[in-house]
């Protein structure tokens, strides 16, 4: 497998959907991996662009019949990465691209750490997320708190990644962010160093 693979972490909020997007013409070709979750949709959200939404039940038997590269129950959701077209994207030498938590990060470093480049999105203070939170205004109130508190536990793995960005300018963060995406395309695996240092001696 050839391609590289760019984890990008994040409390909810942060802006991860919006600088992939700011971004995306400054990236060259990539394969966005789109998440499986058994979270309802919000409005305007699509199946099978935004995510593949299921119930609890039909995620339940991917985790079974081992579909998922790596799963987490994030504010008391099932959210996970299918295997088949990760590989698929990889095989054919593309970037892949995950919007996951920390533990999903965790999990595909630990499995593909070979081929991962991470980096952790945040707005400036806890503040800037909560206030964000609530002026995109897609989710009620309870459920903003929930993810605000569930961010300030995110914030703690912040040194678990590669590069962080500070979305303070959208501008600035997804001019960032293409650094770090161009950047990962150029991580080579175990694999195609031994083929290099291979082709170099002979
Ligand atoms: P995530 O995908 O991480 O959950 P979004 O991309 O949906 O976050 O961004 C959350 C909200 O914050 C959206 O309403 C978005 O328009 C807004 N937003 C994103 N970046 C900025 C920024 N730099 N300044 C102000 N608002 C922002
Ligand atoms: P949201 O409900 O705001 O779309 O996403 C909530 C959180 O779930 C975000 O932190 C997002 O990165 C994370 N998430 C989305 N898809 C996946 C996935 O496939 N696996 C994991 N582990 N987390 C995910």
Same mark, same amino acid.
């Given at each position: 497998m050839q391609g590289a693979i760019l984890v990008l972490s994040g409390?909810? $909020? %942060? $802006?991860k959907s919006t600088i992939i997007n700011h971004a995306s013409s400054q990236i060259g070709e990539y394969y966005f991996s789109i998440s499986t979750t058994t979270r309802e949709p919000r409005e305007g959200e699509k199946d099978g662009v935004d995510y593949y939404f299921v119930t609890r039940e039909a995620f339940e038997e991917g985790i079974k019949a081992g579909d998922f590269l790596e799963y987490a129950t994030v504010h008391g959701n099932y959210y996970g990465t299918s295997l088949k077209p990760v590989k698929q994207a990889l095989f054919e030498g593309k970037l892949v691209i995950f919007d996951i938590d920390v533990q999903g990060h965790r999990l595909v470093r630990a499995k593909m750490g070979d081929y991962v480049t991470s980096v952790f999105i945040t707005p400036p203070t806890l503040k800037e997320l909560e206030k964000r939170l609530y002026a995109r205004s897609t989710d009620d109130d309870s459920i903003i708190k929930r993810r605000v508190e569930n961010a300030k536990e995110e914030i703690? %793995?912040? $040194?678990?990644?590669d590069f962080v960005i500070i979305n303070d300018s959208v501008e600035v963060a997804s001019a960032q962010f293409a650094t770090i995406a161009n950047a990962a395309r150029l991580k080579q695996n175990r694999e195609e160093l031994e083929k290099i240092v291979l082709h170099w001696k002979n």
């Open positions: 409390p909810s $909020g %942060a $802006g703690n %793995a912040i $040194g678990e990644f």
